[in-house]
T-cell receptor, first 111, second 114 residues
């Protein structure tokens, strides 16, 4: 079946550091891939998505590239800010528009 | 702005009680979803609904039921709450169709069963 594996957290960085959160997936076919973010006390919101191989999703300085050959969708940002502190979820679209989520990675950015 | 609201942010119930969690969306979305969020496990789908009175089991439906009598409202029911149902419950909604429509999430209900 479909599954998503994220790097274990928590991740703690200093402001302006480079961020990578790894995400790999197992799926039949070519699923669409997503990153959702959950800020403290809030529900999840879509950060970016990619719908086919080699697509790059980007938003708010974050980027992720759909790599079919390595079944990966790693999240990157060149210079993180304190306001990026949140929990990040990688997900893929399974059948009938259902999402399959990874376990989440908690990111803390220190000033 | 799309809005998904959940009836309570925090709820404390006793073992064996019947619990209702309500979710309302204001965007005329066809799809609605209930997830539970646990540390280290991410979000797991409990049930989803693609139309009024229609429902489909997700990955962890045991101990839960749902009701969708109106398009905008989707209720999660714990028939007899147990301590292992202590969790954060998130509701979401989306349009239906071949495109990858975004799911919009409510703020969550943190349920504690004692």
């Amino acid at each position: 079946g479909n599954s998503v594996t994220q790097m274990e957290g928590p991740v703690t960085l200093s402001e302006e550091a480079f961020l990578t959160i790894n995400c790999t997936y197992t799926a039949t076919g070519y699923p669409s891939l997503f990153w959702y973010v959950q800020y403290p006390g809030e529900g999840l919101q879509l950060l970016l998505k990619a719908t086919k191989a080699d697509d790059k999703g980007s938003n708010k300085g974050f980027e992720a590239t759909y790599r079919k050959e390595t079944t990966s969708f790693h999240l990157e940002k060149g210079s993180v800010q304190v306001s990026d502190s949140a929990v990040y979820f990688c997900a893929l679209r399974g059948g009938a528009q259902k999402l399959v989520f990874g376990q989440g990675t908690r990111l803390t950015i220190n000033p | 702005d799309v809005k998904v609201t959940q009836s309570s942010r925090y709820l404390v119930k006793r073992t064996g009680e019947k619990v209702f969690l309500e979710c309302v969306q204001d965007m005329d979305h066809e799809n609605m979803f209930w997830y539970r969020q646990d540390p280290g496990l991410g979000l797991r789908l409990i049930y989803f609904s693609y139309d009024v009175k229609m429902k489909e089991k997700g990955d962890i439906p045991e101990g839960y039921s749902v009701s969708r009598e109106k398009k905008e409202r989707f209720s999660l029911i714990l028939e007899s709450a147990s301590t292992n149902q202590t969790s954060m419950y998130l509701c979401a909604s989306s349009y239906q169709g071949p495109r990858d429509y975004e799911q919009y999430f409510g703020p969550g209900t943190r349920l504690t069963v004692t």
